[in-house]
C-alpha cells in the first residue's frame, strides 16, 4: 500500500492479483512449454494459438478483467493512469499475462490511438473488434535503413492519390506481425517531406491483407521468435488504403505519437516492475532452497546485499513511475516529460541489473526456459532500445534540465 | 510539487526558500571563509562562532522558521514528519543553513531523544536551551575499540552506584563536541551486560563540565575538522552524574535509539537530496560556461548523460524518502523498516555520485573551499558510514526480505 | 603487438587472422542463416551439420591450422599457453572459427584431458578421431538437481561392478550433445562417497550409444539451441562401460578437472577478448556510418566515452589473461591460481559491458541474428555461470588473498 | 613476480621495499602527526619541515636508492622506464617515500624537462639543486579562470621584451608552492598567439623570488592543505626574467609538455597502486580483526567480493601500466598514446574504488588521520582531474581508436 493506491484500484488490484495466481501462475509452464512445441519454427504462417490461452481469455472477460488499461468508464472500467498502473505491474508478473487481460502492447497503445484519434468508421471497424479481443494489430515505425531513434529520419512514404494515399517502404520490429490473428497496422511515414520537422509524417490504418504488403520475416531478439507475436519486417510496395484511414488527418504523425507515448510508458514500465518482483521473489526462493559449501546459496558471497540492492531499486523504480502517473493524471502529460523519459531510462536498466542477478543466483536454470527468467532478460534487453534507446531519453531528460537555466 | 506536499508545507516551503536565498547563499561564501579564518587552528579550544551566522539564527527564529523538525504545535509549528521533509531538503542546500533553522544535527535528533522520552526536569534543563538555540549537544555512541556498526558491541559502562551512575569509557566520532556552546551529552554505555541483547544499554545525560570528561582530540574527517563542531574523541573517568540524568531508565538504551532513528535519517536524507539538488545545478551553471575545444564543457563526453542520471536519481532517491516519511506518518516506523533502511543506503551514494560528477566538470575548483562541492562530498562520504554503514542497513533490508518468505 | 608474444605465435597469428578474414567472415552471415534453416527445430535429432563448414575445416587442416590448442610438437604445433592464447583470441571474433580450427570448446578440454591423463586405448580410441575432427564429445558435469557451482555436490554414481563401472545420474548443460557427430562423453560422477572431499568422485568415458543414456531434451540459453551443438539434458540409468573407460583411475576425478581448468580458462576468456574485439569494431562502424539528430551516432552522447571505456576494459582484460598464461607456462598452474580465477571473473563481465554497448549503438540490428551481437552477448551471459558462476571465482580469490596474512 | 621484471629491477625492488619497511612504515603515523603539529595554519609563510623526513632523505641519498626515476646511467642508476615503474608502485605504499627518495612530483617531471630540455646554464642553475634534493620546484600550468582541461585555453603570457621575457598571469594548482624549499617553477604560457594551436605557448623558468610573483593563497583538497607542500594560486604581474630562462626556445611548450606527460603519469599511476594496495593491505587486516554480529567483519555482506574485485582490479591497473611503461622504452610514446591514456584513466578509478572500499571496511577510522586512507582518497580524487580529467583521455582514447577506421 502506498500514497498513490486508491479503493478502486485496490479492488481491482485483489482480483487481478488472484487471477494470476489462481488461474496463470499454475499452468504458466505448460502453457509456455506447449507454446514452444506449437511454434518451434521459425516459419510464422504455422505459428497456432494456445488454446488455453483463448479460454483463460475468455474467463478474464467474463469476470470483467479486460480492457482495464483503457479511460473510459463505457468500453472499460474507467481507471486512471496511476489506477491502472499498478494493475499493470501485477500484471507484468507474468508473460502470459497482459494477453490474457486484454492490456498487451502494442495493442494497447494501438487502442489508445483510436480511442483517443480515430474517427467513429475507424473506431467500428478496427477499435471494436480489438476491444473484443478478435483481432491482433501492429504498429509501424521503426526502420531498418535508418537511426529509427531519430523518429524524423523516418524515410517510407504515404502520398495522396486522389481519394487514396498510397504507401512504400520498409519497416521492421513491427512486433506481433506474425500473431495469427494479427489483421491491421498503424503504419508512420512520411507525407509531407517539406513541411516543418514535427508535421512531415502521417499516421495510417493498413490492413496486412492489402496488396503490397510483404511480410519477409520474423527477427529474433536474443534467439528468440517471441511466437506467436513475432517481431516482423515487411515491405510495403505501392500499397493503396483509402484516405479515409489516415488517423487525424495526414501531417499528425507526431502529433498523436506524442499522445500515444505517456500512458504507455507507465504500462511497459509497471509491467517491468511486475517482472523484477517476480525475478527478485524466484531468485530468494531459489537461493534459499539449494546448499553449496554447506550453506544455502542466498547466504554466500554478496547475495544478500544484492537481494537488498534490488529491492532498493525496485522501490525506487516504482515511485519514479507512480508519481509520473500522477502526474500524467494530475498535471498533464506535458508537465510530466522529464519524469516519462527518466522512468524510461531508470526501470528498464533496473529490470536489466535485477534479472541478472537473479540468473546468476540460480545458474544455468536461470538461462533456460524453465523460469520466466531469460524471457524477463530478452524484455528488458528489448525495452532499453524500444520505443527509443536510454540515450534518446537521457538526451531529452538534460535538455529539459539544462532549459530550466535560461 | 507531488501528491506528497500539503499546503502547510508548501507555505513553509516559499519562506523557507526565500530565506536561503535571500539572506544565506549571498553571504555563504564570506561565513565560509571567515569561518576558516577564525578557525583555522586543530585546537578546538580557540574555536570562535561566526557572528553572521548568530545574526541569521536571531533572524530566522524571530520570523519563525526555528525548530521546524518538531513535531509539536506548542513547542514548534506542528510539521509532520513528510511536511518537514521538504524543507530539510532545502535547508540541504547551504551546509550552514541547518543550523541557522536550529535544524540540525544532532541537536535536532537529542531534541527529538528528550521530547519524546525526557521527564519534565530533563526537558527544562536541556531541551529548554537547545529548542531556543542557546547551547549544543553531542550524541555519544560510536567506539573507537569496537567496531560501533554492530551497536551490541559498546563496551562503555553506566554502572548505579546510589543515587547516581558512574560512567567509564571513550567514544569518538562525537559531531559538535568541539563546538564553544556545546555543553551536554547524550550518552549510550553498557548497563546489564547480561540482560537480553537490547535491554543491556543505558542513555544519560552528561554534562560536558562534569568531572572526568577529558576531550582528547578532534578528528579530521578527509582532512576536515569541521570547525567549529568537530568530531570530538573523549575519554570518561570516573564521570559521575545523578540518576535523574538517566533518559527513560536504566536498560532503555536500544529503545531510545529506535525511536530516534525514523525521522532522524528522513532528515539527514532529505538534506542530502537538498545538496545534491545544489551540486546539480552548480555542475549545470559551470558547465555551461565554461568551454573547452571550442564547445561548452557541458556538451563534452558524457556530461550530458551525467546531468540525466544525476536528476533521475534525484527524483528517485527523493520519492523513496518522501514514501519513507509518508509511511512513519500514516503507518508507523514499525511499517517503515524497510523504507527508512533502503534511504540510508540509496541516498548518500546518489550524493556521493552526484557530487562526484559535479566536480569532475568543475574541475580544481570543484576540490577546493571555493565551492560548497568537497564539503558536500565528505558529508556524503561520512553519511555512508554514520549511524550504521551502507552494509548494516543492506543486511537489514535483505532480512526483512528474507521475512516474507516463511 | 607486446611482450608477451613470440616470433612462432605472431607467424601463427598472421596465418589465422588470414583464414578468418579471407575465408570464414566473407560468408559468416550466409552460413550462419543456413544455420537457422537446417536447424529450425527443436527437435535435435533432425538437426544437421553446414557443408560449408566441414569444407572450411578441410581446409584449415590441409593448412595446418589445426588442433592449435595442443601442446604437443608432434600431435599439434607445440604451441605453449601464452602462444596460443593469442590465437584464441583471434579465433574469437567469430562464433564459427573455434569449430573450424578444431579448437572448440568443450571437444578442447576433453581432448586436453585425454592427452594428460587417458590411457594408451583410451587415446586410440577417442583421442585420435577428436583431433582428426570426426567425432565431437560432451563434457558431463553440471546437474539439474543440486547446486552444481559447488561441485562436490554432485550426485550422480559411478559404481564398481566387477570389470564394468555403472553410471548412474541426470545431467544437464551438456554442451554439444545435440551435435549429430557427438560420440562420447566425459561423465564425472561420485564412486567414493565415503573418501575424502576431493578424491569421491571419478570421470568416466561413456559412448553415446551406450544403452541407459537417455536424452531428454536440449536447453535454450537465452532463446537460443545453440544448434546443432546443443545444451544437453540426459538421463543416464543403469549405464554399463568396462572399468577401462574410466580416466587414470577411481576416485581421480577432481584431479583431472583441476588439471583441465587453467588453460581452458584461458582459451574461453581468449575468444571472449576476441568477440569483445568484433563487437566494439562493430559499434565503430555502425555508429560512424548511422545519422541520428544530425550527427553520426558515435558522437552523439556518452557514446565516445563508451568506447574509450569498451577500449581500455579490453586492453586490461587480455593482458590480465596474457599474463596467467604466461604463469601458466612459466610458473605453473598452482602458482596461478589467483590469476585463473581473476580472468575468469574480468573477461566475462568485461564482454558482456563492450557487447551491451554495442548492441545499444545499434538499435534493433544488434538484437536479432543479423550480427554476432546477441550471440555474443548470451555467450558472455552464459560464460559468467559455466565453469563456476562469478561469486565462486571471487570467493576463491578472497579466499588466496586473506591467506597471504596468516 | 612478472614478465615485466629485470633483474636489475628486482633488486632495486629489493632494496627499496625493505627501506619502506623499516625506515619508514614504523614512523609514518609519527611524522604525519608531526606534521600536522608543525603545519596546522593555513598560512603557508609558517610551514615547516619535519626533520625526520630530513633524516630519512640523507639516509636514502646515502643508500643510493636516489633519484630513481631519471633514466640516466651517470646522474641516477639508469633504470628503464618499466624497470622504475615497480618501484614507483612500491614507493606509493607510504604518502611520505616519494619526497624521501627524491622522487616526488612534481620534481620529478620537472627534473626530467630540465633533463632533457635544458641548457646547460639551466641545469647547472636548477636541475642539480633539484637532484640533490636541496630546492624544490613548481609546475604552473593551470589557470582559473579557464577550463585548463583544454591546455590551449591558456591566457597567461610570455612576451619578448629586448633580452627578457615578461610574464603576466594568473595560475592555481601550483603544487609544492607552500614548500619552505620551493625556489622555482616552470611556468607555461601564451608567447604566439597567432601561430599554429601547438606552437602558441613557450615554458620559462621563474624563480619565486622574482619581484611581482605574488603567492595568494594555498587551496584545500577536500579540506586538506597538503602541507607543507601546498596547492598554490599566485599572481604574476610584469614579471621580469632572462630569455635564457626560456626552456628549448620560444613556442617550444606543448613539445615539452609531450615529452613530459608519458614517464610522468607511469609514475602517478604506479604511486597510485602501491596506495591501492597499502590500502587493500589495511582493510583485510582491519577486516580480520574486528568482530561484528560474531563475525570478523571481513566476512560480513559483500565484503569478502569486494577485497577479490580490488585485487583482480589491481592486478589488471598494474599491468596496463606496467605495459604503457614497456611501450614506452620499447616502441617510443608515439605508440603509446592510447596506453598512457588508458591508465590515467583507468588507474586512478581504481585506486578511487579500493580506497572506498578500505575506507568503509574501516568505518570512522578510515575518514581520520589516523590511516593513510583519507589521504590516498584525496589523492584518488585529485589524479581524475590533474594532468587532464578523465573526460580529456576518454577522448583522446576514443578518437586514436576511430582513426583505425578511416
Known amino acids: 500500500?502506498?500514497?498513490?493506491?486508491?479503493?478502486?484500484?485496490?479492488?481491482?488490484?485483489?482480483?487481478?492479483?488472484?487471477?494470476?495466481?489462481?488461474?496463470?501462475?499454475?499452468?504458466?509452464?505448460?502453457?509456455?512449454?506447449?507454446?514452444?512445441?506449437?511454434?518451434?519454427?521459425?516459419?510464422?504462417?504455422?505459428?497456432?494459438?494456445?488454446?488455453?490461452?483463448?479460454?483463460?481469455?475468455?474467463?478474464?472477460?467474463?469476470?470483467?478483467?479486460?480492457?482495464?488499461?483503457?479511460?473510459?468508464?463505457?468500453?472499460?472500467?474507467?481507471?486512471?493512469?496511476?489506477?491502472?498502473?499498478?494493475?499493470?505491474?501485477?500484471?507484468?508478473?507474468?508473460?502470459?499475462?497482459?494477453?490474457?487481460?486484454?492490456?498487451?502492447?502494442?495493442?494497447?497503445?494501438?487502442?489508445?490511438?483510436?480511442?483517443?484519434?480515430?474517427?467513429?468508421?475507424?473506431?467500428?471497424?478496427?477499435?471494436?473488434?480489438?476491444?473484443?479481443?478478435?483481432?491482433?494489430?501492429?504498429?509501424?515505425?521503426?526502420?531498418?535503413?535508418?537511426?529509427?531513434?531519430?523518429?524524423?529520419?523516418?524515410?517510407?512514404?504515404?502520398?495522396?492519390?486522389?481519394?487514396?494515399?498510397?504507401?512504400?517502404?520498409?519497416?521492421?520490429?513491427?512486433?506481433?506481425?506474425?500473431?495469427?490473428?494479427?489483421?491491421?497496422?498503424?503504419?508512420?511515414?512520411?507525407?509531407?517531406?517539406?513541411?516543418?520537422?514535427?508535421?512531415?509524417?502521417?499516421?495510417?490504418?493498413?490492413?496486412?491483407?492489402?496488396?503490397?504488403?510483404?511480410?519477409?520475416?520474423?527477427l529474433t531478439a536474443y534467439g528468440d521468435y517471441d511466437a506467436p507475436y513475432g517481431h516482423g519486417e515487411m515491405d510495403l510496395v505501392n500499397v493503396r488504403v483509402p484516405k479515409g484511414n489516415v488517423i487525424m488527418g495526414l501531417g499528425k504523425g507526431f502529433e498523436i505519437a506524442q499522445g500515444r507515448l505517456g500512458p504507455g510508458r507507465i504500462h511497459h514500465c509497471m509491467r517491468a516492475i511486475g517482472a523484477a518482483e517476480r525475478a527478485l521473489s524466484l531468485a530468494i526462493k531459489r537461493g534459499q532452497s539449494r546448499v553449496a559449501f554447506s550453506q544455502p546459496i542466498i547466504k554466500l558471497g554478496g547475495n544478500l546485499e544484492r537481494i537488498a540492492q534490488a529491492r532498493i531499486a525496485i522501490e525506487q523504480a516504482r515511485l519514479l513511475t507512480l508519481n509520473a502517473a500522477w502526474k500524467i493524471d494530475n498535471l498533464g502529460v506535458k508537465h510530466a516529460m522529464t519524469d516519462i523519459s527518466a522512468i524510461k531510462v531508470a526501470v528498464p536498466n533496473m529490470l536489466t541489473q535485477v534479472v541478472d542477478m537473479a540468473i546468476q543466483l540460480y545458474g544455468g536454470a536461470g538461462m533456460n526456459h524453465d523460469t520466466p527468467l531469460a524471457g524477463f532478460a530478452t524484455m528488458a534487453r528489448s525495452l532499453r532500445l524500444a520505443d527509443g534507446p536510454d540515450e534518446v531519453h537521457m538526451a531529452m531528460v538534460s535538455r529539459l534540465e539544462l532549459a530550466k537555466y535560461k
Not at 505448460?30 to 506449437?38: K, S
Not at 487502442?111 to 473484443?132: C, D, I, R, T
Open 1 to 218: 500500500m502506498n500514497i498513490y493506491t486508491t479503493e478502486k484500484s485496490q479492488q481491482y488490484l485483489t482480483r487481478v492479483k488472484s487471477f494470476i495466481d489462481q488461474h496463470i501462475l499454475p499452468i504458466e509452464a505448460d502453457i509456455l512449454a506447449e507454446n514452444r512445441r506449437l511454434n518451434h519454427s521459425s516459419d510464422w504462417t504455422q505459428w497456432q494459438l494456445s488454446q488455453q490461452i483463448e479460454a483463460l481469455k475468455a474467463q478474464a472477460k467474463a469476470d470483467g478483467l479486460w480492457n482495464l488499461f483503457l479511460p473510459d468508464a463505457t468500453l472499460a472500467q474507467g481507471l486512471t493512469c496511476v489506477e491502472y498502473a499498478c494493475l499493470a505491474e501485477e500484471m507484468g508478473r507474468s508473460i502470459l499475462a497482459p494477453e490474457i487481460f486484454n492490456c498487451n502492447a502494442p495493442d494497447t497503445g494501438n487502442m489508445e490511438v483510436l480511442y483517443h484519434f480515430g474517427n467513429e468508421q475507424q473506431k467500428a471497424q478496427w477499435l471494436s473488434p480489438l476491444l473484443s479481443g478478435d483481432i491482433r494489430s501492429v504498429f509501424a515505425m521503426t526502420e531498418p535503413d535508418v537511426a529509427s531513434s531519430d523518429a524524423t529520419n523516418m524515410q517510407a512514404t504515404i502520398i495522396e492519390d486522389g481519394d487514396d494515399v498510397i504507401v512504400n517502404g520498409r519497416k521492421w520490429w513491427s512486433t506481433g506481425l506474425g500473431h495469427p490473428n494479427c489483421q491491421v497496422m498503424i503504419f508512420m511515414g512520411l507525407s509531407h517531406p517539406d513541411a516543418a520537422k514535427h508535421q512531415r509524417h502521417s499516421m495510417v490504418l493498413v490492413p496486412l491483407d492489402t496488396p503490397g504488403v510483404n511480410i519477409t520475416r520474423m
